[in-house]
């Protein structure tokens, strides 16, 4: 596989210069760094540690991710089945803007994934059900199981985000709740789950841009709604709640990955490129047999 | 199938001349005959209605499926969130043997779709919770949304299958379940769901050799569970259960397919050809956008 960068690559990598960038993890590289987060200054466009030339390569190198995402994968839903209890799981957290594409990753990356080993979940406005509780239940009901990868489209997240834009809890309750979410995410991190929260970072641009191509095509008007400009008039207000969310909750068990989102095959390629880097630090070996092979070997040509 | 649909109309749409026995709709040759069902006569190893010309074929002809399944997959999707309440949904039941290749199709047919809307639940032995209600309860429960796919892998048929062979409840109990079944189904149907039933045939021989090949390998010993070798040895109860649960279930609503599987590339390809077959006959259209449409460009390109 080529390991030559894109031309925009570089603008990301500041943090420091040895090793190379190419040597470096995806997750390292997209991590965000500690401190104040000003999203302004990273870029939407970058394509940061992607090891092609550019969109023509991205196909296949998204594809040669498949033999090693697969095995990884299924090395995690084996140990699921031979040992839940201590059986590592995963979660995939996504959020972004509308049009980021959220939804694209879960087609294009995770979409790589055999969906037994997967469980998904699509957090909508909450019930009255959900609102009756405390903001975590729903999410909590929605974590994955043992030897599992969890992905969330939308997530605990939207509390500190739409909620604290639409002042929809007062400022005292959505305030005290990222003090919640990482006290929470380390609880889940302590039970074994390892924690991947993508932020999908695409330019005020872009996001007019797709927005115009699903007015343009009949067959993308279902998911236009008018309410996503009026969300899109709150653009420095979520910005600014993404910012905040973004600095106070990327922690060392659960960090925060900003994926540079206004080309979606890098996206996708590197939400797909982080999933295989998490699963492959949990190094899990094939369940060993339980039972005596030649014995049942013998069984089995007996009947 | 509808054979015109206007500008709605999708590229994937075949005009049929005469249908010659090979152009024939899979779910026509694949579907059970009323009557009898003798599974000794029905070939395992059969490739029929596959347009290619064997295994060599089977990667291409099966990855040509995925443009038009794309497509109609995510206007069911596109439907389930413009009208819910009106909204098919899909359910596809996975049942067969062990080793006949339940989790294989899952990886390989339902995995070529967009996990978004695709729900999948895998049966197990039941907990004592569900062993506390109506055999139909955890299954109701499990049933796909509007404009969603689901898909068992096992199912409500385990309840005439494993439990008449071992006797888990009287016989007057598990011998009501086929009326129960039947009427439930037709509920489900007359809601608005789909029923594809697909049963995977496997010969005796070839499930010997699948399970001989996961004692061979480590990587597959996790697979192997000494029980397997306790239910072959009731594979003439099994076969009895299944021939009875495939005559009295197969109905106009809700009918069998089985499919030959002892050729996974047909098996996996042939789940896949049902499926578009029958989503095609859904015969659904874009959703119509339910605002302005130059309002909305208006209001992005000035947003």
Known sequence: MSKHRGSNATKYDKQTDAPTEEQRPLSELLRLPAGAVDLSSIPTGSTLGFPGRGKADAGSVTADLRPELDELQERLFATGRSTPETAPKVLLVLQGMDTSGKGGVVR???????????????????????????????????????????????????????????????????????????????????SGTTVVKCFLHVSHEEQKERLLARLDDPTKHWKYNPGDVDERQLWPAYTEAYEAALERCSTQHAPWFVVPADRKWYRNWAVAQLLVEHLRALDLRWPAADYDVSTEQARVTSS
């Not at 909508?124 to 959900?130: D, L, R, Y």
């Not at 999410?139 to 002042?167: K, M």
């Open 108 to 190: 294009h990356a995770i979409g790589m994934v055999d969906p037994q080993g997967v469980d998904i979940t699509s957090f909508k406005a909450p019930t009255k059900t959900e609102l009756a509780h405390p903001f975590l239940w729903r999410i909590e009901r929605a974590l994955p199981g043992p030897g599992t990868i969890g992905v969330f489209d939308r997530s605990h997240y939207e509390d500190v985000l739409i909620v604290r834009v639409r002042n929809l809890v007062p400022e005292a309750e959505w305030s005290a709740r990222y003090d919640e979410i990482n006290d929470w995410e380390a609880r889940l991190v302590d």
